[in-house]
Structure formats: C-alpha cells, structure tokens
C-alpha cells in the first residue's frame, strides 16, 4: 500500500477513476452528459470518464482536507467566466453534479456525513471518509 499523497496527483485520478467504474453505486446519471460543469462554462462536457474522473477527485479532495461540503467543493471547481469586454468574474462550479457524487460515496459506504464538531455551528458540516472509503483509496496503486 502507497500513501495517497505519495503518487501523483493526475495518474492517482486516473487510477482512481478505473477503479470506480467497476463499483455498481457509481453510475453515470443520463441527465449528465447533457449539463455543463458550471456556470463558467459554455458548452456541456464531452470527456465519457468525466463522471468517474470527478468522483475520484472528490474522494482525494476529502481524504486530503478530512471534512469537506459541497459549497467548498463548488469553489474548487469552478473557474472564471468569459464575460466578452467585461472582465472576467469567478463562477462555482455545478452543486448537483457534486451533491449526486456524494450521494453516490454514501451509498457505496465511502463517506458519511461529519457528526457536529465542537466550536462549530450546528448544521451539518460536511462529508467525512469511513473506514471503508479510506482503505479503498489506499489500494489504489
């Protein structure tokens, strides 16, 4: 077993991303290849391992930082918007494709969503790595 900050960010990814597709709860929704992957955007994605790509992105993401929510994820993946003469203004990225991937890792029993925090406000902070999630992405070689 490798440590996950040892490899590679983008070979990790790609692995990562082969190794998702061979596990059922991680399902290309149709409603996907016909949206943008935000705001930013001007046309829909067109890479077909888009989905899996991004889950394994998501799952580093929350091994690296423990917690993370979807906000924080919106600002990681959105970029700045095209806005003709005027200048150019950051955009986050799309929350559905996001909040479905988490869904997704839930269901497969990677990720939980975080218990209350002390010093934290009350609501829900965030996904969290079980067990079983951190395993999968150590084997990752």
Do not use: C
Not at 28 to 50: C, H, M, N, T, Y
Not at 100 to 107: C, H
Request: charged share 35%; net charge positive.
């Amino acid at each position: 077993m490798t440590n996950v900050y040892e490899m590679n960010p983008n070979e990790y990814n790609l692995k990562l991303a082969e190794a998702l597709k061979k596990i059922p709860e991680f399902k290309q929704p149709d409603w996907s290849r016909l949206v943008k992957s935000g705001a930013s955007k001007e046309r829909p994605i067109d890479d077909p391992d888009f989905w899996h790509k991004r889950a394994g992105s998501i799952l580093r993401q929350i091994y690296k930082k423990k917690i993370v929510g979807v906000n924080r994820l919106r600002t990681k993946y959105g970029s700045k918007k095209n806005r003709g003469m005027k200048p150019e203004e950051f955009r986050k990225g799309s929350g559905k494709i996001i909040r479905t991937i988490l869904q997704q890792a839930d269901k497969a029993g990677f990720t939980e969503i975080a218990k209350d925090i002390k010093d934290v406000r009350s609501k829900k902070p965030g996904r969290q790595l079980t067990k079983k999630g951190k395993d999968f992405l150590e084997a990752i070689n």
